[in-house]
Protein backbone atom coordinates (compact mmCIF):
# COMPACT_ATOMS: atom_id res chain seq x y z
CA UNK A 1 0.00 0.00 0.00
CA UNK A 2 1.39 3.53 -0.95
CA UNK A 3 -0.03 7.24 0.08
CA UNK A 4 0.28 10.44 -2.18
CA UNK A 5 -0.53 13.76 -1.03
CA UNK A 6 -3.75 14.77 -2.51
CA UNK A 7 -5.97 18.05 -2.38
CA UNK A 8 -8.86 17.09 0.21
CA UNK A 9 -11.85 16.22 -1.26
CA UNK A 10 -13.99 18.64 0.32
CA UNK A 11 -11.78 21.41 -0.48
CA UNK A 12 -14.21 22.76 -3.04
CA UNK A 13 -16.47 23.61 0.03
CA UNK A 14 -14.78 26.86 0.97
CA UNK A 15 -15.28 28.71 3.87
CA UNK A 16 -16.55 32.27 3.65
CA UNK A 17 -12.60 34.52 4.42
CA UNK A 18 -10.65 31.87 2.85
CA UNK A 19 -10.53 32.75 -0.41
CA UNK A 20 -6.49 32.70 -0.38
CA UNK A 21 -6.06 29.02 1.07
CA UNK A 22 -6.59 26.42 -1.74
CA UNK A 23 -8.19 23.24 0.42
CA UNK A 24 -9.83 25.46 3.17
CA UNK A 25 -13.50 23.43 3.03
CA UNK A 26 -14.90 22.05 6.49
CA UNK A 27 -12.14 21.20 8.29
CA UNK A 28 -11.25 25.05 9.78
CA UNK A 29 -12.92 27.18 11.64
CA UNK A 30 -11.57 30.80 12.68
CA UNK A 31 -12.72 32.26 15.93
CA UNK A 32 -13.49 36.02 16.88
CA UNK A 33 -10.53 38.31 17.41
CA UNK A 34 -9.20 38.25 20.34
CA UNK A 35 -7.35 40.63 22.37
CA UNK A 36 -3.72 41.82 22.55
CA UNK A 37 -1.95 38.83 22.70
CA UNK A 38 -3.65 36.86 20.54
CA UNK A 39 -5.35 38.63 18.13
CA UNK A 40 -6.60 35.38 16.07
CA UNK A 41 -7.09 31.82 17.21
CA UNK A 42 -7.39 29.14 14.30
CA UNK A 43 -8.68 25.87 14.77
CA UNK A 44 -8.00 23.32 12.30
CA UNK A 45 -9.02 19.52 12.97
CA UNK A 46 -7.42 16.48 11.73
CA UNK A 47 -3.86 16.18 11.45
CA UNK A 48 -3.51 12.27 11.63
CA UNK A 49 -6.54 11.97 14.10
CA UNK A 50 -5.67 9.04 15.40
CA UNK A 51 -9.19 8.17 16.93
CA UNK A 52 -9.65 7.29 13.12
CA UNK A 53 -6.43 7.30 11.37
CA UNK A 54 -7.77 10.15 9.48
CA UNK A 55 -8.81 6.96 8.15
CA UNK A 56 -12.65 6.90 9.31
CA UNK A 57 -13.54 8.34 5.88
CA UNK A 58 -11.97 5.38 4.36
CA UNK A 59 -12.26 2.40 6.70
CA UNK A 60 -14.36 1.45 10.18
CA UNK A 61 -13.00 2.58 13.11
CA UNK A 62 -11.96 -0.76 14.25
CA UNK A 63 -9.99 -1.40 11.32
CA UNK A 64 -7.84 1.16 11.10
CA UNK A 65 -6.76 0.54 15.10
CA UNK A 66 -5.91 -3.09 14.36
CA UNK A 67 -4.14 -1.70 10.69
CA UNK A 68 -2.00 0.03 12.78
CA UNK A 69 -0.62 -3.50 14.17
CA UNK A 70 -1.54 -5.31 11.21
CA UNK A 71 0.09 -3.06 8.63
CA UNK A 72 2.36 -0.43 10.20
CA UNK A 73 4.60 0.50 7.35
CA UNK A 74 1.33 1.35 5.53
CA UNK A 75 -0.08 3.13 8.31
CA UNK A 76 3.71 5.12 8.31
CA UNK A 77 2.97 5.87 4.45
CA UNK A 78 -0.17 7.30 5.35
CA UNK A 79 0.58 9.22 8.27
CA UNK A 80 3.65 10.68 6.04
CA UNK A 81 1.14 11.76 3.28
CA UNK A 82 -1.44 13.21 5.16
CA UNK A 83 0.89 15.24 7.69
CA UNK A 84 2.61 16.44 3.55
CA UNK A 85 -1.09 17.90 2.89
CA UNK A 86 -1.23 19.45 5.98
CA UNK A 87 2.07 21.11 5.98
CA UNK A 88 1.02 22.70 2.41
CA UNK A 89 -2.35 23.90 3.97
CA UNK A 90 -0.55 25.02 7.37
CA UNK A 91 2.05 26.54 5.02
CA UNK A 92 -0.84 28.69 3.00
CA UNK A 93 -2.55 29.59 6.63
CA UNK A 94 0.69 31.05 7.95
CA UNK A 95 0.91 33.08 4.80
CA UNK A 96 -2.33 34.31 3.95
CA UNK A 97 -3.26 35.22 7.28
CA UNK A 98 -1.81 36.88 10.16
CA UNK A 99 -2.56 33.79 12.47
CA UNK A 100 -1.35 33.50 16.98
CA UNK A 101 -2.32 30.44 17.53
CA UNK A 102 -3.53 27.40 15.24
CA UNK A 103 -5.15 24.56 17.29
CA UNK A 104 -5.02 20.70 15.24
CA UNK A 105 -6.86 18.08 16.91
CA UNK A 106 -5.25 14.29 17.02
CA UNK A 107 -7.25 12.31 19.99
CA UNK A 108 -4.88 8.95 20.44
CA UNK A 109 -6.57 8.23 23.69
CA UNK A 110 -9.90 6.75 25.69
CA UNK A 111 -10.66 7.85 29.38
CA UNK A 112 -8.32 5.59 30.85
CA UNK A 113 -5.82 4.19 28.20
CA UNK A 114 -4.43 5.18 24.41
CA UNK A 115 -5.61 3.70 21.23
CA UNK A 116 -2.03 2.27 21.11
CA UNK A 117 0.60 1.50 22.89
CA UNK A 118 3.04 4.93 23.79
CA UNK A 119 6.09 3.00 21.84
CA UNK A 120 3.82 2.89 18.21
CA UNK A 121 2.86 6.26 19.05
CA UNK A 122 6.12 7.23 18.97
CA UNK A 123 7.42 5.23 16.01
CA UNK A 124 4.30 6.38 13.98
CA UNK A 125 2.85 9.49 14.77
CA UNK A 126 5.69 12.06 16.65
CA UNK A 127 8.10 12.04 13.65
CA UNK A 128 4.78 13.35 11.75
CA UNK A 129 4.14 15.77 14.30
CA UNK A 130 7.39 16.86 14.76
CA UNK A 131 7.13 17.94 11.22
CA UNK A 132 4.02 19.84 11.72
CA UNK A 133 5.07 21.95 14.96
CA UNK A 134 8.29 22.90 13.04
CA UNK A 135 6.25 24.33 9.89
CA UNK A 136 3.75 25.97 11.84
CA UNK A 137 6.75 27.68 14.57
CA UNK A 138 8.55 28.60 11.14
CA UNK A 139 5.45 30.37 9.86
CA UNK A 140 5.07 32.95 13.35
CA UNK A 141 2.12 30.57 14.83
CA UNK A 142 2.12 28.92 18.12
CA UNK A 143 0.69 25.19 17.95
CA UNK A 144 -1.66 23.54 20.44
CA UNK A 145 -2.45 20.24 20.67
CA UNK A 146 -5.52 18.58 21.45
CA UNK A 147 -5.94 15.75 22.47
CA UNK A 148 -9.04 13.93 24.57
CA UNK A 149 -8.71 11.60 27.07
CA UNK A 150 -5.35 9.73 28.88
CA UNK A 151 -2.53 11.76 27.38
CA UNK A 152 -0.26 11.17 30.01
CA UNK A 153 2.03 8.96 28.70
CA UNK A 154 3.42 11.04 25.72
CA UNK A 155 3.14 14.70 27.77
CA UNK A 156 7.13 14.78 27.97
CA UNK A 157 7.50 13.64 24.01
CA UNK A 158 4.69 16.72 23.20
CA UNK A 159 6.91 19.04 25.35
CA UNK A 160 9.77 17.45 23.18
CA UNK A 161 8.65 18.57 20.15
CA UNK A 162 7.90 21.97 20.96
CA UNK A 163 3.78 21.70 21.33
CA UNK A 164 3.43 25.12 22.87
CA UNK A 165 -0.07 24.25 24.72
CA UNK A 166 -2.39 21.25 25.34
CA UNK A 167 -6.07 20.81 25.51
CA UNK A 168 -8.27 19.86 26.73
CA UNK A 169 -5.99 17.85 29.29
CA UNK A 170 -9.07 15.89 30.96
CA UNK A 171 -9.37 14.63 34.56
CA UNK A 172 -8.73 11.23 33.50
CA UNK A 173 -4.96 12.57 33.99
CA UNK A 174 -4.58 12.19 37.44
CA UNK A 175 -1.24 13.44 37.82
CA UNK A 176 -2.04 16.56 35.66
CA UNK A 177 -0.97 19.01 38.67
CA UNK A 178 2.66 16.88 38.97
CA UNK A 179 2.38 17.43 34.81
CA UNK A 180 1.63 20.94 35.45
CA UNK A 181 5.01 21.37 37.91
CA UNK A 182 7.43 19.66 36.22
CA UNK A 183 6.38 20.87 32.29
CA UNK A 184 4.82 24.27 32.97
CA UNK A 185 7.59 25.94 32.51
CA UNK A 186 7.75 24.61 28.73
CA UNK A 187 4.18 23.98 27.63
CA UNK A 188 0.70 25.45 28.54
CA UNK A 189 -2.24 23.01 30.03
CA UNK A 190 -5.45 24.09 28.85
CA UNK A 191 -8.07 22.50 31.21
CA UNK A 192 -8.37 19.79 33.19
CA UNK A 193 -11.59 19.41 34.20
CA UNK A 194 -13.90 16.20 34.87
CA UNK A 195 -15.95 15.87 32.36
CA UNK A 196 -17.23 11.82 32.95
CA UNK A 197 -18.16 12.62 36.74
CA UNK A 198 -19.05 16.27 36.52
CA UNK A 199 -19.12 18.81 33.45
CA UNK A 200 -21.45 15.63 31.12
CA UNK A 201 -23.48 14.25 33.54
CA UNK A 202 -27.03 14.92 33.25
CA UNK A 203 -28.92 17.09 35.43
CA UNK A 204 -24.96 18.27 37.66
CA UNK A 205 -25.87 20.26 40.41
CA UNK A 206 -24.74 23.80 39.85
CA UNK A 207 -22.80 23.43 43.46
CA UNK A 208 -20.84 20.22 41.78
CA UNK A 209 -19.54 22.29 38.69
CA UNK A 210 -18.53 25.40 41.29
CA UNK A 211 -16.33 22.83 43.40
CA UNK A 212 -14.30 21.40 39.71
CA UNK A 213 -14.30 25.11 38.70
CA UNK A 214 -12.58 25.78 42.23
CA UNK A 215 -10.27 22.65 42.35
CA UNK A 216 -8.85 23.10 38.54
CA UNK A 217 -8.21 26.88 39.49
CA UNK A 218 -6.49 25.87 42.65
CA UNK A 219 -4.11 22.47 41.32
CA UNK A 220 -3.58 24.06 37.70
CA UNK A 221 -3.86 28.07 37.61
CA UNK A 222 -0.95 28.96 40.48
CA UNK A 223 2.04 30.05 38.01
CA UNK A 224 0.87 30.70 34.96
CA UNK A 225 1.06 28.56 31.79
CA UNK A 226 -2.90 27.77 32.60
CA UNK A 227 -6.01 28.69 30.26
CA UNK A 228 -9.20 28.04 31.46
CA UNK A 229 -11.15 25.60 28.90
CA UNK A 230 -13.58 23.83 29.41
CA UNK A 231 -15.41 21.31 26.55
CA UNK A 232 -18.32 18.96 26.78
CA UNK A 233 -20.99 17.15 25.60
CA UNK A 234 -23.93 19.24 26.96
CA UNK A 235 -24.96 22.62 27.81
CA UNK A 236 -26.00 22.20 31.40
CA UNK A 237 -22.39 22.87 32.95
CA UNK A 238 -22.04 26.36 31.07
CA UNK A 239 -24.68 28.57 33.19
CA UNK A 240 -23.02 27.59 36.71
CA UNK A 241 -19.40 27.24 35.12
CA UNK A 242 -19.68 31.01 34.49
CA UNK A 243 -21.38 32.16 37.66
CA UNK A 244 -17.38 30.56 39.49
CA UNK A 245 -15.40 31.91 36.45
CA UNK A 246 -16.73 35.49 37.58
CA UNK A 247 -17.25 35.07 41.24
CA UNK A 248 -13.98 32.77 42.51
CA UNK A 249 -12.38 33.41 39.02
CA UNK A 250 -11.99 37.10 39.62
CA UNK A 251 -11.08 36.80 43.25
CA UNK A 252 -8.47 33.68 42.32
CA UNK A 253 -6.61 36.50 39.81
CA UNK A 254 -7.18 39.99 41.64
CA UNK A 255 -4.84 38.39 43.90
CA UNK A 256 -0.88 39.49 43.11
CA UNK A 257 0.15 36.40 44.87
CA UNK A 258 -1.20 34.48 42.54
CA UNK A 259 -0.55 36.32 39.65
CA UNK A 260 3.36 36.00 39.99
CA UNK A 261 5.39 34.75 36.95
CA UNK A 262 8.05 32.00 36.94
CA UNK A 263 11.05 34.46 34.80
CA UNK A 264 11.78 31.67 32.90
CA UNK A 265 8.73 30.96 31.64
CA UNK A 266 8.32 31.72 27.84
CA UNK A 267 7.06 35.28 26.98
CA UNK A 268 3.92 34.30 25.81
CA UNK A 269 3.02 31.65 27.95
CA UNK A 270 3.04 34.81 30.23
CA UNK A 271 1.28 36.40 28.83
CA UNK A 272 -1.32 33.91 28.67
CA UNK A 273 -2.69 34.76 32.30
CA UNK A 274 -3.13 38.45 31.30
CA UNK A 275 -5.25 37.06 28.14
CA UNK A 276 -7.44 34.60 30.65
CA UNK A 277 -7.50 38.02 33.21
CA UNK A 278 -8.56 39.63 30.81
CA UNK A 279 -11.53 37.23 29.32
CA UNK A 280 -12.81 37.05 33.35
CA UNK A 281 -13.00 40.74 33.79
CA UNK A 282 -14.64 41.50 30.73
CA UNK A 283 -18.17 40.21 29.88
CA UNK A 284 -18.59 37.75 28.11
Same mark, same amino acid.
Given at each position: ????????????? !? !??????????????????? %????????????????????????? *?????? &??? &??????? *?????? #???????? +??????? +? +??????? #??????????????????????????????????? #???? +????????????????????????????? *??????? &?? !???????????????????????????????? %?? !????? &????????????????????????????????? %????????????????????????????????
Amino acid at each position: MTFKAAVHPIQTG !R !RAGFKGIDAAGGFITIGSR %YFSHFEIFLKAQYICEIRTCSAISF *CLNHNA &LMA &LIEHPES *CKDFFH #AMADWKIE +YFKKIGK +Y +YDIDILN #AHDDYDSNDRMFMSPDLWRSLIKPELTRIVEVCHN #AGML +YQHHSCGFIEPIVPHLVEIGCDAIDTFQA *CNKNTPE &LK !RKYGDKITFCGGFDNMNVLDVPGVSPEAVKKE %YR !RVIDS &LAPGGSYVIYPIGGTFEFVEPFLEGHFSYGMQF %YANPQNRQRNEEIKGWQAAVLDFMLYNIQTDL
